[in-house]
C-alpha cells in the first residue's frame, strides 16, 4: 500500500530535549516536505527536499533542521524545541514536485511543555 | 511572493444544495492549482489539479474552475452530502519564492447538514 509514515503520531517534550521526527514513503518519490499546522494558521511548509542531497527552506524553517541521506526517508529535527513549536507536523511526499499530487503522512501532534 | 486565500473560513449548506468554495491568489499566475480535503486531525488528501490552460476540471461530484484573469479558483460540490462536511485547502507553488515551495490557504470549513 503506498503510504507515507511518520513517527512518532504524539509527542509530549520538555523545552531544550533534541527531538526527531521520522518520515518515511515506498512510493520512490523524489520530493518530500515537511508542514506543521495552526489553528488560524493553516498549512505552513518548513522544508521540502527535491531529491537525495538537496533540500531547502520553506516558509517557516526556524528552529527546524532536515536530512535527506536516502529517497524514502526525510527526518524532521529540532535540536532545542521550544513551546511555539508546538503543533500538528505533516510530512508529505510527491513524484513530480509541487506539480504533483501531495501524498501526507497521518501527522505528529507535538506539545512542548 | 504569492499570497493565497481562501474567502471563508466556513460554509453552512443543506444536503443536496451545490457547495462552493472560493481561492483567491495575488501575485503570480500559477501553472497549477490544487484541491484538498482534510478531516479533523487527519492528514490532507489529493482532490483535484487544474492547470493554467484548462478552465474547468470535473471528478465525480466535483469540479473545479480556473480563472487566471480573476486569479481565482472555484470549487464545487454538487448534490452534497453530511460526508463531505470537511475543510478543504487550496494550494499552488510560490513563484517567487523558491521552487519547490508549497504555499497552502488557510481552508475552508465546510458543514453539511441533513
Known amino acids: 500500500e503506498a503510504q507515507v509514515t511518520q513517527n512518532p503520531r504524539y509527542l509530549i517534550t520538555v523545552t531544550g530535549k533534541k527531538l526527531t521526527v521520522t518520515c518515511s514513503q515506498n512510493m520512490n518519490h523524489e520530493y518530500m516536505s515537511w508542514y506543521r499546522q495552526d489553528p488560524g494558521l493553516g498549512l505552513r511548509q518548513i522544508y521540502y527536499s527535491m531529491n537525495v542531497e538537496v533540500t531547502d527552506k520553506g516558509d517557516v524553517p526556524e528552529g527546524y533542521k532536515v536530512s535527506r541521506k536516502e529517497k524514502r526517508n526525510f527526518p524532521l529535527i529540532l535540536e532545542s524545541p521550544s513551546p511555539n513549536q508546538t503543533s500538528l507536523y505533516f510530512c508529505?511526499?510527491?513524484?513530480?514536485?509541487?506539480?504533483?499530487?501531495?501524498?501526507f503522512g497521518a501527522g505528529t501532534r507535538l506539545s512542548v511543555l | 511572493s504569492q499570497k493565497i486565500e481562501q474567502n471563508s473560513e466556513a460554509l453552512n449548506i443543506q444536503e443536496g444544495k451545490t457547495a462552493t468554495l472560493t481561492c483567491n491568489y495575488t501575485?503570480?499566475?500559477?501553472?497549477?492549482l490544487q484541491w484538498y480535503r482534510q478531516d479533523p486531525g487527519r492528514g490532507p488528501v489529493f482532490l483535484l489539479l487544474?492547470?493554467?490552460?484548462?478552465k474547468e476540471k470535473r471528478k465525480e461530484r466535483l469540479k473545479v474552475t480556473f480563472d487566471t484573469t480573476l486569479k481565482q479558483s472555484l470549487f464545487h460540490i454538487t448534490a452534497s452530502q453530511p460526508a463531505d462536511s470537511a475543510t478543504y485547502l487550496c494550494a499552488l507553488e510560490n513563484y517567487g519564492g523558491s521552487q519547490g515551495n508549497l504555499i497552502f490557504g488557510k481552508g475552508t470549513k465546510l458543514s453539511v447538514k441533513p
Open positions: 508529505a511526499s510527491s513524484l513530480k514536485g509541487t506539480s504533483g499530487l501531495q501524498y
Open positions: 487544474i492547470r493554467e490552460n484548462e
Open positions: 501575485n503570480y499566475s500559477p501553472a497549477y
